[in-house]
């Protein structure tokens, strides 16, 4: 078959032109988006740390909660165990000669860095909730039940108190 002949028959059939077309575009769709995130991971992200990662964990926990039937007023205090940690690559240790340990260096833009393989989380303390639905216990156990599942927590690092009344000054 000359080529001119299997063109020709491309383009009577436009279903094939179509999916030969999407495959291109998908193809090309991976091909950007992988660039595209790996660029935005290495710019150097900033991640919270300390005090900001504890507030940042207590907004997002308040507004969750505050959907939860029968919360009312909520605020949420949590703890973390320490601050975000980076790992980074580290050439391979052959005890039986004695070699030490050393970190993968990467030189770019006439800077030194060492190689980021991940960062660790914190762990968490514990939580408090206080909330005006506290004195009923389903709803203390909803709330538990949810920052239980939402921070990867066990139920005896969360405690669910009742909110006092706000009292006005006369």
Do not use: Q
Request: charged letters at 30%; aromatic letters at 4%.
């Amino acid at each position: 078959m000359r080529r001119t002949d299997f063109f020709e028959k491309l383009k009577k059939d436009k279903r094939v032109i179509i999916l030969v077309g999407i495959g291109i575009l998908g193809m090309l769709l991976l091909l950007f988006s992988e660039t595209g995130t790996t660029a935005k991971k290495d710019s150097g992200e900033a991640l919270p740390y300390g005090e900001k990662a504890e507030k940042e964990l207590e907004e997002r926990l308040e507004s969750l909660l505050s959907g939860v039937s029968g919360v009312g007023r909520v605020k949420v205090m949590v703890t973390l165990d320490g601050t975000w940690e980076s790992v980074y690559a580290k050439d391979g240790e052959n005890k039986e000669n004695g070699e030490k340990e050393e970190y993968v260096i990467i030189k770019e833009d006439g800077s030194s860095t060492g190689l980021k393989i991940r960062s660790v989380r914190p762990g968490i303390k514990g939580v408090g909730v206080s909330c005006d639905g506290a004195d009923s216990a389903s709803v203390r156990e909803s709330v538990t039940s949810l920052v239980c599942a939402s921070l990867g927590v066990p139920s005896n690092k969360v405690y669910v108190a009742k909110a006092s009344p706000k009292t006005k000054n006369k």
